[in-house]
C-alpha cells in the first residue's frame, strides 16, 4: 500500500468486507475493516415443495440459503451482479439480474412470470431493507419470504473511534449500517468525516448529522453498485 495514502472505514458485514477491502486497496486506498454489522444465520423450516424460483435482494441471502439447502435446480431472481455472481458460485445456473434495485427485481420477476411454475421464495434477511413480496402479490404472482439470516449491529473499535478524525471517508451499504453510524456519531460527532453511501435510501439516516455539523458530507451513489460507490472517492 502506497505510504499516506488515503485511509476508508469499511462498514459492511464480513465476508462482503473482504472483498470491498481488495478492491479498495486496487485502487491505491487504504482499508479499515470494522463492520457495523454482524451477519447471522437464521434456521428456517420454509417447505420448497411447490417454489418454482426464488429471489434473492443480497448477497448474504443467497449464502445463508446455500449452506442451508441444497436445492439448485430453481431459476434464480437475482437483484444485482453482485448478488447473481454470488449465486453463480454457489451452484445456480439459471440466473437473470435485474442490475437493480428491489422495484426493479419486482418488475423483473413479473415480466419473466411465464418463465417458472409455482410460487417464488424470497430467503431474505429477519428485517429486509425493501418490500419485494407486496408488488408481486399485486401483480398476482404467488410470493413468500422467508428469513434466513439476520444483521445485527455491533460496535467498532475503540481504535476506530480514535481515528475518526484522521479518515478520509467511511462507506455505507445498507441502511441499517446507516442507521448505527448516525447513533454512533450522535456521541461521538465526526465533523470531518465523509459518508459515501450505496444509495440514497442508505444515506437518508445520516442527513440530519451532516445538516447540524456532527457528520461531514453525505453523499449516494447513482446506481446501487459498488462500483459506482467507489467512483465518489473521487474529491
Known sequence: MTEGAPR?????AR????????RLEALGHVPLIDPLLEIRDLPWTADLAGVGALAFTSRNGVA????ASDERGLPVFAVGAATADLAAEAGFTRIESAQGDVAGLAGLIAARRGAFGGALLHPAAAEPAGDLVSPLLRAGIEASSVAVYESLARAPARETLAALDHLFAVLLHSPKAARALAALLGQR??????ALCLSPA???PLA????????GPVAAAPRPR???????LSP
Open 8 to 12: 476508508v472505514w469499511i462498514t459492511r
Open 15 to 22: 465476508p462482503g468486507a473482504e472483498a470491498t477491502a481488495a
Open 64 to 67: 445463508a440459503f446455500a449452506r
Open 189 to 194: 460527532p465526526a465533523p470531518g468525516l465523509r
Open 202 to 204: 442508505v444515506a437518508a
Open 208 to 215: 440530519v448529522l451532516s445538516a447540524d455539523g456532527r457528520l
Open 226 to 232: 459498488e462500483t459506482a460507490l467507489f467512483d465518489l
